[in-house]
């Protein structure tokens, strides 16, 4: 079975999202009147999303529609197919694994906590560092 490579890459940010948030995939699912097992499908790209879903998504996800694109870069070239099956991520995924797109436990308790500093000006100074301590370690 084929997996289009976008597919594949707006369901793991459904998924990413959805977890940070503490939501199960019944209650997202029931939120927008489909099964748990149709959320499933999308966050494995089996099934595609479209543009009137994903509005809903955005919106009871509470990001813009851009957050499910927003780790494609803009320069890739023609969209993919990518022949073999997605990742299998199962329940709640361990620890952050450098070769996997899987978020790992240590990456969503990351996200959690980022987003419950309400200081909107230390969230944006933490970000920043993060980043520069990003770049800087792999400079090394």
Sequence with gaps: MAFHEIDVRVGARLRLRRTTLGM???QLGSAVGLTFQQ???YERGANRIGASR???FSRILG???SYFFSDLGADEGAPIIVHRDPPAWGGEAGAADEDSAAPGREVLELVRAYYQIDNVRVRARLFELVKSVGKNASED
Excluded: A, D, R, T
């Design 54 to 56: 994903l509005y809903e």
């Design 39 to 41: 959320i499933q499908k």
């Design 24 to 26: 199960s995939q019944e």
């Design 63 to 65: 990001v813009p529609i």
